[in-house]
């Protein structure tokens, strides 16, 4: 049998299994490698990403608000004076061009009862590369207003304009990159032709990219880039079954377009893609570029850059031959929208994610990833008895969740101990990470040291077993969506 060996725990965790969950996958694996370098290219993307209503008083109402690029729109209703409605409203840079607000211009249609602020930005301000600016909007019914009109409703139109900061630029990162692949066909079907060429979706077998426009052993091609330039080409020819194998090539390498929905999505006879030489790195929106890709059986995006992806919904819906997905190089900082990323992936064994949480040294834990995470723990300890008799004053484990070296708990759980008897304590609960700098610990709550041991296997409620596991914890993703 298991001995009965002591390890002694004051406050961080010893033995320590972390698992990583996503959305939807079934298993996960840490033998996957990563690859690839990408290229820098000047890209300009600066536009709202998020409107929250963030605080309202009296009976004021949010009847909607609404934005797109640099513009929101808010309407409401204020019915009493002191009404008030407050908004934050995300502005980000997702390029990798300094941007500077140039204008800021905002119209009130409502009574001259109802008034508005602006705060948290003002003319002149630099967002940098990769940086979110939060803006305070404020509509409110003036508090000193003597008159209540009869309509009380009103709409804010507000636009921000927004120029590249030129100082201490070098000159050739003040161009946008133009060259490039062009969007997908929306929603494209089986027989849809690929990227408006004379083949079928699903006729495609095989595809690999290039950093040149000289590939041999290819005769035929056609022009996929956004300008209709011919700077970037997809060459086809047919293998021995009568299917045909792509080449999309560019020199230097495949320039992506921002939008990649629905890139590949079926391409139900799909078996191999090459990936390496695709450029990725201005990239925002990636949802359902894999879906129905049936035949596929591994998928190595080690050199995807996402650190502007906010969407990758159905990303990998119905793949469901996929047995392994290589995501180790992936960080999503800007990921707002994850549902369905896996769904109908029935054959997946291998997901590396580990990049999405960092076990520190000294066994605290890093969130990679801003967003909201469920946290699973599971240990398994026990107290020495106080006296001869039990004490619920003191026979007890409490362990919790808390941001390190803070007051800070999110997530507890606590069990009576009788006879010394090594036991499972189960905590989960949900946290909203802001801070990717922050670290976390779990933390002897109880005024007594406890001790870690593996319980009988008669009490252990679940068919699994795994000897040793004295700590457990479990951390699923849940995204961003309304962060």
Known sequence: ?????????????????????????????????????????????????????????????????KYENLSASFQTETLAPGDMLEYTVSVSNRGNIDAKVSEINATLDGPEAIKYTVEGIKKGDIIKEGVTKEVIITIKFDENATVIPSNKTSTLNINFTCIQN???????????????????????????????????????????????LNVEGYSNNFDISEDSSGKVLAWYKTDSTGYYELAIGQDGGVIANPNMSFYFAKMSVLEEINLEKLDTFGVAEMQNMFENCKN??????????????????????????????????????????????????????????????????????????????????????????????????TDFVSVGFRLADTDNIYIGASKWINNETATQIVGHGIIAVE??????????????????????????????????????VIIDYLGRQGF
Request: aromatic share 10%; with cysteine; charged share 20%.
């Open 1 to 65: 049998m298991r001995s009965k060996k002591k390890k002694n725990i004051m406050i961080i965790v010893l033995c320590f299994v972390l698992l990583l969950m996503g959305v939807g996958y079934a298993a996960l694996s840490q033998r996957l490698t990563i690859g690839g370098t990408a290229k820098m290219q000047g890209v300009w993307d600066v536009r709202i990403t998020n409107i929250q209503l963030s605080r309202k008083t009296g009976l004021a109402k949010d009847n909607s608000h």
């Open 166 to 212: 030129t100082q201490n630029v070098p000159t050739e990162n003040l161009t946008v990159y133009k060259t490039r692949m062009k969007k997908a066909e929306n929603s494209p079907s089986e027989t849809t032709n690929f990227f408006d060429g004379p083949i079928a979706r699903n006729k495609i077998k095989k595809i690999t990219f290039y950093d040149t």
């Open 296 to 393: 596929l059986k591994e998928l190595d995006l080690s050199s995807f850059d996402t650190k502007r992806v906010y969407n990758m919904a159905n990303m990998f819906l119905n793949c469901s031959s996929v047995k392994s997905i290589n995501l180790k190089s992936f960080r999503t900082p800007s990921l707002t929208l994850i549902p369905n990323m896996f769904s109908g992936c029935s054959s997946l064994v291998e997901l590396d994610l580990t990049n999405l949480v960092t076990l520190k040294d000294d066994n605290s834990l890093q969130f990679n990833i801003e967003g909201y995470y469920k946290i699973t723990f599971v240990i398994s300890a026990y107290v020495p008895k106080a006296g001869a008799t039990f004490n619920p004053k």
């Open 435 to 472: 801070n990717t700098s922050n670290l976390y610990e779990l933390i002897n709550l109880s005024n007594r040291t406890i001790y870690l041991n593996s319980p009988d296997i008669k009490d252990i409620g679940s068919e699994s077993y795994f000897t040793n596991s004295f700590i457990t």
